[in-house]
C-alpha cells in the first residue's frame, strides 16, 4: 500500500537499469546474426546502441550538471577513455600480432588492417568507410560505429553546456533535440537530392545523429519531468498529470516497439549500397524514435511488468553488461571461423558456436582486463553512490507528495542519503546484483 492506501506497481528508482542491459544484449546479437548472413535487418541493433548512448551519457552530463552546476570535460574524456580504450587495445594487440607478427594474411590483407588500425584509432573508420569500404582484414570493420559515436561525445558535451546556460534553449531543451532529429532527417533527403550514396547516409555521423539525438531528447525529457513534477505549485500538478498520462500508455507502447523493432531486424535489409533505401528516406528516424519509446518503457514503467522482468533476466542483462566487449570480438571470429562453421555444421549451430566463442572473448576482456583497470581510475572520475534520483513515475498528485528536486540532491542529509540506497537496494535484491567493481566501471 501507498500512503495514499492504493495498491501501486513496482517502480524503479534509479541507478543501472538492468531491462536496459537486456535491451543491449539483444541488439548486440541481433548485429551478430546479421553478419553470419541469418539477419537481414540485424544491423538494427547498432542503432539501437546509438539511441542507448546518447540516453545515457546524456543522463549522466545532466545530473552532473544539476548536481555541481557544470560539466567537467576531463573526467567526461576521462570516463570515456577508462571505458574504451582498455577492450579495444586489447583488440588491438591480438589482431596486430596475429596479422603483423605471425604474419597472418595476404600482403593486401595487412594493408587493409594498417589502414583501419589508424582510421579507428584517430576514431574516423566511418568516414573512411564512405570512400571505401574495408573489413581491416577481419578485424576492425565494424569500429565505424565506435568512432561515430567518439565523434558525437567530442562535441555533444560542450554543446549541451552551452544549451544549459541559455535559458530559453535549456527550457526547450528535449523539443529543440528533437528538432535536430528531424533536421538530419533533412539533411539526409537534401544529399540524397544531389546524389549521395546509400553508404554516405549509412556511416557518416551527420546522417546517423538522429538515433543519438533521440536519446539525448528523452533523456532531457526526463529531467525535465523529474524536476517539474517536483513541484507543489499547479505546474508541478500538470506535470505529474502529463507523466501520469505517459505512464498509462506504457504497457502497450513497450511491447509494441520491441515488436516493431523485431519485425525490422527481420525485414528492413542494409542501407549501404549505390542507392539510399527507405531508412535514409526517413526510416533511421523512425527506428529511433521506436527504440526510444523502449528505453522510456523501461525507464518509466513498472518493474513487475512482463516486458521489464524479461528483458531484465540474469542472462541477457549480463551479456548486455559485457556487450561491448561481445561487439569488439564478435566481428573478428565471424570474419575468420563463421563461413567454416557455417559449412561444416549449418548456418544455425555456427551462430550458437559463434556466439559462445565471443562470449568467452568478451567475458574474458571484461574481467581480466576492464575491471581490473577501473581499480586504478581515478576517484574523481567514478560515477557517485549518493546520484540515486527519485524518478517522476514515483510522483501522484496530491497535496501531501514532496519530492525532491535534482538541483537539492547534494544537500541531502547523510541518514536520508543512505535511506534512499538502502530502499534502492532492496528493490533491486533478488533481481541483480553488481559487484563493487562492476559498478565503478559503469
Do not use: K
Not at 534509479?14 to 535487418?41: E, I, T, W, Y
Not at 573526467?75 to 588491438?92: G, K
Not at 532529429?181 to 540524397?192: N, P
Not at 551527420?206 to 528523452?218: I, P
Amino acid at each position: 500500500m501507498t500512503r495514499h492506501g492504493i495498491d501501486r506497481p513496482q517502480i524503479r528508482r534509479g541507478g543501472r537499469n538492468p531491462a536496459l542491459d537486456g535491451v543491449r544484449g539483444l541488439a548486440v546479437l541481433a548485429v551478430l546474426v546479421f553478419h553470419m548472413d541469418s539477419l537481414r535487418g540485424g544491423h538494427l541493433g547498432v542503432d539501437v546502441f546509438f539511441v542507448l548512448s546518447g540516453f545515457l551519457i546524456t543522463g549522466q552530463l545532466l545530473a552532473e550538471q544539476d548536481r555541481t552546476g557544470r560539466v567537467s570535460f576531463t573526467q567526461f574524456y576521462l570516463r570515456r577513455a577508462y571505458r574504451l580504450l582498455p577492450a579495444f587495445l586489447l583488440l588491438v594487440a591480438v589482431a596486430a600480432t596475429a596479422v603483423l607478427v605471425l604474419g597472418g594474411g595476404r600482403a593486401d590483407e595487412r594493408s587493409s588492417f594498417l589502414g583501419s588500425l589508424a582510421s579507428s584509432l584517430l576514431y574516423v573508420n566511418n568516414y573512411v568507410q564512405v570512400v571505401s569500404q574495408s573489413t581491416g582484414a577481419g578485424w576492425l570493420g565494424h569500429t565505424w560505429s565506435l568512432s561515430l559515436e567518439e565523434q558525437f561525445y567530442l562535441l555533444w558535451p560542450l554543446l549541451l553546456v552551452l544549451a544549459c546556460r541559455w535559458g530559453q534553449l535549456a527550457r526547450r531543451l528535449p523539443v529543440v533535440l528533437l528538432g535536430g532529429a528531424v533536421a538530419v532527417l533533412l539533411w539526409r533527403d537534401l544529399l540524397i537530392a544531389h546524389g549521395a550514396t546509400g553508404r554516405r547516409m549509412y556511416f557518416a555521423l551527420d546522417t546517423r545523429a538522429d538515433a543519438l539525438l533521440v536519446g539525448c531528447a528523452l533523456a532531457a525529457w526526463l529531467r525535465a519531468a523529474r524536476a517539474g513534477a517536483a513541484g507543489e505549485d499547479a505546474a508541478g500538478l500538470v506535470w505529474r498529470r502529463r507523466v501520469e498520462r505517459v505512464r498509462a500508455a506504457l504497457p502497450v507502447v513497450g511491447p509494441l516497439a520491441l515488436a516493431l523493432l523485431a519485425v525490422g531486424a527481420w525485414r528492413i535489409p542494409a542501407d549501404w549500397g549505390p542507392r539510399p533505401s527507405m531508412l535514409s528516406h526517413g526510416g533511421y528516424t523512425v527506428v529511433a524514435l521506436v527504440a526510444g519509446a523502449l528505453v522510456l518503457a523501461l525507464e518509466l514503467g513498472a518493474t513487475s511488468s512482463w516486458l521489464y522482468r524479461a528483458l531484465a533476466a540474469a542472462p541477457l542483462a549480463w551479456l548486455g553488461r559485457i556487450s561491448y566487449g561481445f561487439y569488439l570480438w564478435h566481428f573478428p571470429v565471424v570474419a575468420h571461423w563463421g563461413p567454416d562453421l557455417a559449412g561444416a555444421i549449418g548456418r544455425w549451430p555456427a551462430i550458437v558456436l559463434v556466439g559462445l566463442i565471443s562470449v568467452a572473448l568478451a567475458a574474458t576482456s571484461y574481467y581480466l582486463v576492464e575491471l581490473p583497470i577501473q581499480q586504478y581510475r581515478p576517484a574523481h572520475t567514478r560515477p557517485r553512490p549518493a546520484d540515486v534520483r527519485l524518478r517522476p513515475a514515483d510522483v501522484r498528485p496530491g497535496p501531501a507528495d514532496v519530492r525532491l528536486r535534482p538541483t537539492a540532491a547534494a544537500s541531502v542529509s547523510t541518514s536520508s542519503a543512505r535511506t534512499v540506497a538502502v530502499l534502492v537496494a532492496q528493490e533491486h535484491r533478488g533481481q541483480y546484483a553488481w559487484s563493487a567493481q562492476e559498478r565503478q566501471a559503469s
